[in-house]
Nanobody, 123 residues
Framework: QVQLVESGGGLVQAGGSLRLSCAAS??????MGWFRQAPGREREFVAA????????YYADSVKDRFTISRDNAKNTVYLQMNSLKPEDTAVYYC??????????????????WGQGTQVTVSS
């Protein structure tokens, strides 16, 4: 059974940092990604990383603030979030895909999703 389990969300003040983790089991994915969904808004791409290379992709809104990384041995992907802003408040989802190109920036490329973890940034 394939599972993606996120952890590390919470409440933080603006300017603070959080580190999200996503542990995958049951399958190794070519690419792992992070998406987020704020209340009343569509799910949006945040960052993705390929297992080989690796290649990384970021949304413009998080470039230079967020860093995605992975630990192949643990089949885990991380999202280090620095300089957080209130507009980063959302449920963050981890997802797994078999694409290895910039198509990884699109949610349709992903076949497995985690349950999500809440990130709240207070002003």
């Amino acid at each position: 059974q394939v599972q993606l389990v996120e952890s590390g969300g919470g409440l933080v003040q603006a300017g603070g940092s959080l580190r999200l983790s996503c542990a995958a089991s049951g399958r190794t994915f070519s690419t792992m990604g992070w998406f987020r969904q704020a209340p009343g808004r569509e799910r949006e791409f945040v960052a993705a990383i390929t297992w080989s290379g690796p290649n990384t992709y970021y949304a413009d809104s998080v470039k230079d603030r967020f860093t995605i990384s992975r630990d192949n041995a643990k089949n885990t992907v991380y999202l280090q979030m620095n300089s957080l802003k209130p507009e980063d408040t959302a449920v963050y989802y981890c997802a797994g895909s078999h694409v290895t190109t910039a198509q990884a920036m699109h949610s349709t490329a992903y076949t497995y999703w985690g349950q999500g973890t809440q990130v709240t940034v207070s002003s």
